[in-house]
């Protein structure tokens, strides 16, 4: 069945490093994917989403792209804040939701 | 009030107490989604509504129960919950449910079952 792997937390980084969160995924077809991030102490908030492959979505400086040959959607960011720290979760169309990783940035 | 909200923010019952968690989305959304979220698991999908009709039942055990009285509202009805059911229940909402659509996620409800 379909399935989602994301890279396992948690990640710390430091104030303008630069973030790479691994996600891969397996599916039939060709399903639109997103990342959602979770401050604490809320729900989920959408981030960025990719329809087909090729696409890039970007937000807040957060990009990834669909990679359709390596089944990747890796996110990625230049250069963090310390209010990035947060939990990251890859997902597909379908409702599945890869475990989260939780970054920490410190100043 | 705007987006999806829920209500109570927080609940701790005993494993004999009934109490329902309630969930209401403001964005004209068809679907309607329960998760369950804790330390040990990834989220979890519980049920799905499109169009008021349940769509998705991931295996829930029936000591939970889902009522969809209309396309704004969500319920999930507690009885004789165990400790292990202990977690954030997170209510989501869509466009409806078809593959593409982002979900709108409210601030759940942290659960505490004694």
């Known amino acids: 069945g379909d399935s989602v792997t994301q890279m396992e937390g948690p990640v710390t980084l430091s104030e303008e490093a630069f973030l790479t969160i691994n996600c891969t995924y397996t599916a039939t077809g060709y399903p639109s994917l997103f990342w959602y991030v979770q401050y604490p102490g809320e729900g989920l908030q959408l981030l960025l989403k990719?329809?087909?492959?090729?696409d890039k979505g970007s937000n807040k400086g957060f990009e990834a792209t669909y990679r359709k040959e390596t089944t990747s959607f890796h996110l990625e960011k230049g250069s963090v804040q310390v209010s990035d720290s947060a939990v990251y979760f890859c997902a597909l169309g379908d409702m599945r939701f890869g475990a989260g990783t939780r970054l920490t940035v410190k100043p | 009030e705007t987006g999806v909200t829920q209500t109570p923010r927080h609940l701790v019952m005993g494993m004999t107490n009934k109490k329902s968690l309630k969930c209401e989305q403001h964005l004209g959304h068809n679907a309607m989604y329960w998760y369950k979220q804790s330390a040990k698991k990834p989220l979890e999908l519980m049920f799905v509504?499109?169009?008021?009709?349940?769509?998705e039942n991931n295996s829930v055990p029936s000591r939970f129960s889902p009522e969809c009285p209309n396309s704004s509202h969500l319920f999930l009805h507690l009885h004789t919950l165990q400790p292990e059911d202990s977690a954030l229940y997170l209510c989501?909402?869509?466009?409806?449910?078809?593959?593409?659509?982002?979900?709108?996620f409210g601030p759940g409800t942290r659960l505490t079952v004694t």
């Open positions: 989501a909402s869509s466009q409806d449910q078809a593959r593409g659509y982002e979900q709108y």
């Open positions: 990719a329809t087909k492959a090729d």
């Open positions: 509504y499109n169009f008021k009709e349940q769509t």
